[in-house]
């Protein structure tokens, strides 16, 4: 039942719309239920005694959130594990951007009321404020790299009424896009994947430079030096620069064919160059995994190489990595397990042939290698910004490195996790990418932060989603909930009697609610793991 009421507007319209939505005592507290009010979808939540309704729709792929999990005021995409505050709608935890349109509640007489703005009715996210740049302040930040840590970032200065100059510097051709998807849609428009328009920018007084590459960084006189000879002053500066992916290391590696899936263009590349031809995969990785699985039916055949017995082997062990490997086996796709590329052969300068190390010659049109990524840090050379043995830049808590005023984010990062007691770790998540960014930008602005994030990512294989949060490094056992044989599982990574990480298929919000039990500084016992009763993850 829907009824009209509030302001009347110059054409005589209602302004408002209310909708009786359900009666007081259909939720108690600790529920969500998605309710209507005329054609929009709301999110009714009960914590604390109290009512409040928000949008219905996660920000970042738009996942209905009633199927995601509530625990205390917030509520968490069951899909990618973006955090919503279910009284103000702000954003919380990540990906996405914005955050959720809020609407009023009233109780009254045992029933419950939600009224919606005509204006914003069939508005499903909101972004929050943000002022823009003041000539007259004379104070820059700039942001090297083009990612969502760097994107994060300038957002998260402008929403703090922060007006001095914010530029972000990236090598890239485009300004900051969705890039989780060029590996699992290849063929798609760059208009279709950027995290924010063109004029978004302008709007908001954030300079965008494509195309630029920063080459050295000078602390002692705050400036950046640029490939095209060109030097930027700053008074504080991120580090967001990313990884590369690792380049193959044998003979005829140099070919044409031969790719790697960095940019936008490389992926644009592989999928034309594919159609119809001989693909061969090396690198049993996530990216190597979802480019086998997206080529499956485009190329004419698919093959895929690795040293490993099964994919991610290592990170989700053995009895997924097998599952993985039947599924796109079922997509035609022939695996050369326990197998090192020794050579890639050529004609006329194209690739022809891929050699293995057990001898057999696969035919090839095309190679595609995800074969790990190397830290972005070589410009920092004789810059005394601190890096690890593997070139990701040490930080603290607060991102900031050991240089004053010099803050790095993102998966060049090598930063404190909480939840493994401030192990230092290097962690390549589109989540955590956004989440350093917010933290830094904070720091800047003298608002100290920490970094708590949970550690959250999802892959796609065959049109199905595995969803991983935690940190399972150093494992020594693994718990499964359902049957991974029949694609329908809930796997629990224990180290030291308690869980360290969670992965899923078809297993909804399991993953999500661990997240956010982590997230709490719960610590899940391994017997709470072993037990048959799973009421606890609210499934």
């Keep these: 039942m829907n009824m009209h009421q509030g302001g009347v507007g110059q054409s005589g319209e209602q302004e408002v719309v209310t909708g009786l939505v359900c009666q007081e005592s259909d939720l108690h507290d600790g529920q969500m239920k998605e309710v209507s009010v005329e054609d929009q979808k709301v999110l009714l939540v009960r914590t604390m005694g109290q009512y409040s309704a928000i949008g219905s729709r996660c920000s970042h792929y738009s996942a209905p959130l009633i199927k995601g999990t509530l625990v205390g005021e917030r509520v968490r995409c069951p899909f990618h594990g973006a955090c919503f505050?279910?009284?103000?709608?702000d954003i919380e935890e990540y990906p996405g951007l914005d955050c959720l349109p809020t609407y009023k509640v009233k109780v009254q007489d045992g029933n419950v009321y939600v009224s919606i703005d005509k204006k914003s009715m069939k508005l499903t996210k909101r972004m929050k404020e943000m002022c823009t740049v003041q000539p007259d302040v004379k104070h820059t930040v700039l942001l090297?790299?083009?990612?969502?840590?760097?994107?994060?970032?300038?957002?998260?200065l402008r929403q703090n009424c922060y007006q001095g100059r914010v530029v972000i510097v990236t090598r890239d051709g485009l300004p900051p896009f969705d890039k989780p998807k060029l590996s699992k849609a290849m063929n798609v428009e760059s208009s279709d994947i950027l995290l924010r328009p063109h004029d978004f920018y302008q709007q908001h007084g954030i300079e965008m430079w494509t195309g630029k590459e920063v080459v050295s960084v000078n602390p002692a006189e705050k400036y950046v030096k640029m490939s095209d000879g060109t030097s930027e002053r700053y008074d504080q500066l991120l580090l967001s620069t990313g990884c590369r992916a690792r380049p193959l290391g044998c003979p005829g590696s140099d070919l044409k064919g031969v790719h790697l899936l960095q940019s936008y263009e490389d992926a644009k590349e592989i999928h034309?160059?594919?159609?119809?031809?001989?693909?061969?995969?090396?690198?049993?990785?996530?990216?190597?995994?979802?480019?086998?699985?997206?080529?499956?039916?485009?190329?004419?055949?698919?093959a895929l190489v690795?040293?490993?017995?099964?994919?991610?082997?290592?990170?989700?062990?053995?009895?997924i990595?097998?599952?993985t490997k039947e599924m796109l086996e079922g997509k035609n796709i022939k695996f050369f397990m326990n197998n090192k590329v020794t050579e890639i052969r050529g004609e006329n300068g194209k690739v022809k042939e891929v050699v293995l190390?057990?001898?057999?010659?696969?035919?090839?049109?095309?190679?595609?290698?995800?074969?790990?990524?190397?830290?972005?840090?070589?410009?920092?050379?004789?810059?005394?910004?601190?890096?690890?043995?593997?070139?990701?830049?040490?930080?603290?808590k607060f991102m900031r490195t050991n240089v004053a005023d010099i803050f790095s984010a993102g998966d060049v990062a090598s930063f404190p996790l909480t939840i493994r007691g401030d192990q230092r770790v290097n962690i390549g998540h589109w989540q955590m990418s956004h989440a350093h960014g917010r933290v830094a930008a904070l720091n800047m602005l003298?608002?100290?932060?920490?970094?708590?994030?949970?550690?959250?990512?999802?892959?796609?294989?065959?049109?199905?989603?595995?969803?991983?949060?935690?940190?399972?490094?150093?494992?020594?056992?693994?718990?499964?909930?359902g049957k991974v044989e029949e694609r329908k599982?809930?796997?629990?990574?224990?180290?030291?009697?308690?869980?360290?990480?969670?992965?899923?298929?078809m297993f909804d919000p399991a993953v999500a609610h661990v997240a956010e039990l982590m997230a709490r500084g719960t610590v899940i016992t391994k017997a709470q793991a072993q037990a048959e009763d799973l009421s606890w993850l609210q499934m």
């Design 357 to 396: 190390s057990d001898g057999t010659v696969l035919e090839a049109d095309v190679v595609i290698a995800g074969i790990g990524v190397i830290p972005n840090s070589d410009f920092l050379a004789g810059s005394d910004v601190a890096v690890d043995s593997r070139k990701a830049i040490i930080v603290d």
């Design 321 to 323: 990595g097998k599952m």
């Design 85 to 89: 505050n279910v009284r103000t709608g």
């Design 144 to 156: 090297v790299g083009g990612g969502p840590a760097s994107l994060v970032c300038a957002e998260t």
């Design 489 to 505: 599982f809930l796997a629990f990574y224990i180290k030291d009697e308690a869980v360290v990480a969670a992965a899923s298929l």
């Design 272 to 302: 034309t160059s594919s159609l119809g031809q001989r693909a061969v995969v090396i690198g049993a990785s996530f990216i190597g995994m979802e480019a086998a699985s997206y080529l499956s039916d485009k190329a004419a055949s698919v």
């Design 446 to 481: 003298n608002k100290p932060t920490t970094i708590e994030s949970v550690p959250f990512f999802w892959s796609v294989l065959d049109g199905k989603s595995i969803r991983y949060a935690g940190y399972g490094e150093g494992y020594t056992e693994i718990i499964f909930k």
């Design 306 to 319: 690795s040293p490993t017995k099964y994919p991610f082997e290592k990170s989700l062990g053995p009895e």
